[in-house]
């Protein structure tokens, strides 16, 4: 894997973060009503959560690629498909988060279990996972070190957003209870899912 196709993939997980979703409710909730040190646990737990979908997802797309090769390069198309179609879902969402649904006061214990459960209980983020790895696996390299980079990568990106929206918690919930504001964010992360979803389809093409 290049450097560039990496910083690619580091890209693409940026936006997936950022993208206002059951982490980022959670995890704003968590640094309203419980501070820092329970947005850290809040933190923890959902990436234990997103570590167990990666493997999950590894495992499988392996066992794909072990059976066909064919039908991981399907996967790939499927998968740039797919993240284009989001996309426009998102583009189209309108709404506001509900950051007080998830605020009551609890041991850091359970806001462990409770990120933790809400990362495993996605299964976008399972889909989501299946159809971006293999746009970022070479199967003529080791499989084992390509996911064990896309993974630690993934939950490295995903614990700065996620520290950055529990620091700045208090200011960023407050911004993005608005319905206003917040179909301007699902814009702009719609725009870039579909951008990367292009990008990746014309990477497919010209390889």
Known sequence: MSVTW??????TTLILSLSPGSGAIN??????????????ASVAGLQVGLALQIVLVGIGLGALLAQ???????????????????GIQQWRAGGTLDIGAVSKAQPRRKLFR????????????????????PQFILPQQPMGLQYLIL???????????????ATLARHIAGWIKGPRQMKLLNRIFGGMF????????SARRIA
């Open 27 to 40: 995890t704003m909730s968590t640094g309203i009503s419980h501070g820092y040190r329970g947005a850290v």
């Open 68 to 86: 066909s090769q064919m039908a991981f390069e399907i996967l790939k198309w499927a998968g740039a498909a797919y993240l284009i179609w989001l």
């Open 6 to 11: 990496w910083l690619t993939y580091v890209l």
């Open 194 to 201: 579909m951008a990367v979803g292009t990008l990746l389809a």
């Open 114 to 133: 409770r990120a933790m459960l809400i990362n495993l209980g996605n299964p976008k983020s399972i889909v989501f996972l299946a159809a971006l790895f």
């Open 151 to 165: 993974g630690t990568t993934t939950i490295a990106v995903d614990i700065l957003v996620m520290t950055g929206y």
